[in-house]
Each structure stands twice: as C-alpha cells, then as structure tokens.
C-alpha cells in the first residue's frame, strides 16, 4: 500500500523520514500558520513539495495532529473514536477504522517514539491543529465531562 503512495522521486525515502520531515514542517511553520489566511496550505505545501503526491501529503497533513492528540491526551482515549469519517467523490460519507489506514498507523507509530522527546511548546503546536484537541482544551477549561467525542472528518483521504 505505501509503495502506491510514494511518487517517483521519493521512492527511496522510508515512510518514516517522510513523517518526521512533516511533523517538522508544523512545528517550523507555526508563526507562519497563524499569520496566514491560508494557514495549513503553508505545511501542506512544504510536504507536498517533498513527497510529490497528493493524496500522502493530505495524509500526513490531517493524521499527524490526531495522532498527537491521542498520544498527549491519554487520559481521553478512549473517548477519542477509533475512526474517522471519510467522504467519497459521490458525497456518500463512509466510516474507516484508523488502524486499518496503514500511512495512519505509521504515523502512530513514529509519534510514539518522537514525542517522548519532544518539548511541551513543540507538541501544543501541533495539536493547535487537531479538532478533537481542541474539544479537549475547551472542555477542560470548562470543567465539564464528557462521554465522547465524535469522529473526525478527513474529506476524500
């Protein structure tokens, strides 16, 4: 599956090379995103430019801050949905487990181990991005409880 999503110039980069340049790219572009109308398309951009394929660089652009959150925000897990809404070319929306996404799972995967050595401020510029972060935070600072929280959204990826 990931072979299909590498582009000819970067066949020779692992997966994992690709992930670490995009978590990168958030932390780099954070004062950037913020002042930008285009915010994210920033990011995007950069990654775009390194993986020369649309679909990954989406990919990696919405899966790296819920990885975060899930990996920062422990104590939610298991209010976080183990899937994400998916919608088709037809408009049809389409529920996908996120451990059947294998370029999901590879950013697990590396965020696992990269976080354990990442500072605070770093982290919390990734999550500035995460929806279900953002519910979190927001709850929090609220004191209320919650039961749930629903699937993200991710478009046609």
Same mark, same amino acid.
């Given at each position: ?6 582009? &000819?110039r970067n066949k020779d980069?692992k997966?994992e090379?690709l992930?670490?340049f995009?978590?990168?790219?958030y ?7 913020l002042?930008?109308?285009?915010e994210t398309d ?5 990654i775009l430019?390194?993986v020369?394929n649309?679909?990954l660089?989406c990919?990696l652009?919405i ?6 959150t899930?990996e920062?925000?422990i104590?939610?897990k298991? &209010? ?10 037809n ?8 451990e059947e996404?294998s370029?999901y ?6 965020? &696992?181990k990269?976080i &354990?050595t990442m500072n605070?401020?770093?982290i919390y510029k990734?999550l500035e991005?995460s ?5 979190i935070?927001?709850v929090?600072q ?12 991710t478009g046609?990826?």
């Amino acid at each position: 599956m990931l072979k299909n999503l590498f582009g &000819k110039r970067n066949k020779d980069y692992k997966i994992e090379e690709l992930i670490n340049f995009s978590i990168d790219a958030y932390i780099e572009m954070f004062d950037d995103m913020l002042k930008s109308e285009e915010e994210t398309d920033l990011v995007y951009n950069l990654i775009l430019k390194k993986v020369n394929n649309e679909l990954l660089a989406c990919q990696l652009l919405i899966f790296i801050p819920i990885a975060f959150t899930r990996e920062f925000c422990i104590e939610y897990k298991d &209010k976080l949905a183990d899937n994400y809404i998916r919608t088709l070319e037809n408009g049809i929306s389409k529920s996908v487990k996120f451990e059947e996404n294998s370029v999901y799972m590879s950013i697990l995967n590396v965020v &696992k181990k990269r976080i &354990k050595t990442m500072n605070t401020d770093d982290i919390y510029k990734i999550l500035e991005w995460s929806s279900e972060f953002r519910i979190i935070d927001y709850v929090e600072q609220q004191g209320v409880k919650i039961n749930s929280i629903s699937p993200p959204t991710t478009g046609n990826i």
